[in-house]
């Protein structure tokens, strides 16, 4: 009700939202997708995810239909990489896609809460698991500390003990 009341006063021209991939949050999610598109809103949402494919398999016949029906009215769908678009490739138009990967700009953080060092320092940071890369991070760090031997690696973040997200990672265990 909320933000149909905010889209009607402020007239904004995009309604922004992030898109679950659960059934309540999705369920949640197209209303507000319907409430922009039925005052007239641009509706674009962003996907961090990487099993939206796998919640779509798995929904029940009426939900895959409800699923492609809001998708098909969206204005734009935000994601990370070209891999995370093929998840939707089926039921959003190309030209409907933005491919905004997360990153930062290293240099303006630099000097942030630290003094200057000339060790190197190389930071990982999220949920440690195989899907989040910290393997290929192991793997890596006999190759980085042949070049830079004074380099340190600091991994911060909770490690997952039952992988749920390897969808098209391989067979390597």
């Not at 994601?79 to 930062?104: G, M």
């Amino acid at each position: 009700g909320r933000l149909f009341g905010t889209c009607l006063r402020y007239r904004p021209d995009i309604v922004y939202m992030l898109l679950s991939q659960n059934t309540s949050g999705f369920v949640r999610d197209s209303v507000y997708v319907l409430v922009a598109k039925f005052t007239g809103r641009l509706a674009v949402v962003r996907f961090g995810g990487a099993q939206f494919d796998r919640f779509y398999e798995i929904s029940p016949s009426w939900l895959k239909w409800y699923i492609r029906w809001v998708l098909r009215r969206l204005d734009c769908v935000i994601v990370r990489s070209e891999r995370f678009k093929a998840q939707f490739l089926e039921h959003v138009p190309q030209e409907r896609f933005s491919i905004i990967p997360v990153a930062i700009d290293v240099e303006e953080h630099r000097s942030i809460g630290r003094t200057v060092s000339a060790t190197p320092v190389i930071l990982f940071i999220g949920m440690v698991s195989k899907a989040k890369g910290a393997i290929d991070l192991l793997k890596a760090v006999p190759i980085v500390h042949r070049e830079f031997p004074q380099c340190e690696f600091v991994v911060a973040g909770v490690k997952i003990h039952k992988e749920r997200n390897l969808r098209g990672l391989g067979d390597n265990p």
